[in-house]
């Protein structure tokens, strides 16, 4: 009998509903899967963006506002769209503001905040941590999902790759104690910040049609970072249109599960031939190159023009 579980883990709050929001939804509805839903770092940097005049703006707050906020922004996520309790695994990030509003970054000698434990590793060497990694090892054990979704290990912050590394290492390890799911990344947000296209590819995916609504309202619950959901210029058309659906999220695979037969790795198994069938059209042509940097990125663009 599989289990029908769904691990997503996010680095950070409402990375889980960008990334992979529609397909935990999708899945959880439809299929009635039991989404497991983890945050790794401990979300005490970043700022809060408000809506002032019509425009948005971010403003800074030190990390014992910040981080409480983003656990509730996540937690409440996760009950109203997920069903389900989040879990903060508690890797520091790599910098937070301090009470005068300084950003303290991670360097030798520089002063611990005082919601993180002596001897923690921050999310960035969390996977040199054999601590760490057993945490980890101890969940996917203990939850045993069908599928695993996190960051892909190139992305545009190290803290998704260190999140990454993290589970794959933790996810090779419950494999040598007798796990069989499968693990995929999410496409890699490189393309945003102009690292180019070539990472901005996939070798699978999940036709999301139907869905955007309610990803959309599980990314306005992260009200903080989020402050219009409705304006967001989510690239999940564009990936639809390349993979032949509507809406689409996209995903690389890192293994298969070999003897899993949920719907998930149905269909994840059968957008994976697909997309080794129409690779170079997917990928290549000028077309989609084009639609990605004149259609997206003009409109990103715009948007900032508009909240500067
Ligand atoms: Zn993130």
Same mark, same amino acid.
């Given at each position: 009998m599989n289990k029908k579980v769904l691990m997503t883990v996010g680095a950070h709050a409402d990375d889980i509903e960008y990334c992979f929001g529609a397909t935990a939804l999708k899945y959880h509805e439809k299929f009635k899967y039991e989404i497991v839903y983890v945050e790794?770092?401990?979300?005490?940097?970043g700022g809060w963006a408000k809506i002032i005049d019509g425009k948005i703006k971010t403003f800074d707050y030190p990390w014992y506002t910040m981080m409480p906020q983003r656990k509730l922004e996540a937690n409440q996520s996760a009950r109203e769209c997920f069903h389900t309790e989040a879990l903060h695994?508690? @890797?520091?990030?790599?910098h937070y503001k301090n009470r005068d509003l300084e950003t303290i970054e991670l360097r030798y000698g520089a002063p611990c905040p005082d919601c993180v434990p002596p001897n923690t590793p921050s999310i960035l060497t969390a996977h040199e941590d054999p601590a760490s990694i057993e945490r980890v090892v101890n969940l996917i054990l203990d939850k045993d999902p069908e599928v695993i979704l996190t960051h892909p290990p190139?992305?545009?912050?190290d803290e998704h790759t260190g999140t990454c590394m993290l589970v794959r290492k933790a996810f090779t390890k419950a494999q040598s104690k007798g796990y069989d799911g499968s693990l995929l990344f999410a496409r890699a947000g490189t393309y945003t910040l102009k690292y180019?296209?070539? @990472?901005?590819?996939?070798?699978s995916f999940i036709d999301?049609?139907?869905?955007m609504g309610k990803k959309r309202h599980a990314l306005g619950i992260h009200a903080c970072q989020v402050?219009?959901?409705?304006?967001l210029d989510l690239s999940d058309y564009l990936e639809g249109k390349v993979c032949g659906c509507e809406t689409a999220e996209v995903f690389i695979v890192c293994e298969f599960a070999k003897k899993r037969t949920g719907e998930m790795t149905k269909e994840f198994a059968q957008n994976h031939q697909y997309c080794v069938e129409h690779w170079k059209e997917m990928f290549f042509s000028r077309d989609i190159q084009k639609m990605y940097n004149e259609e997206l990125l003009a409109k990103w663009e715009e948007r900032a023009r508009q909240n500067a």
């Open positions: 790794a770092t401990n979300n005490m940097s695994l508690d @890797f520091p990030q790599r190139m992305d545009y912050t180019g296209n070539y @990472f901005n590819t996939w070798d999301t049609t139907g869905f402050a219009r959901a409705e304006d």
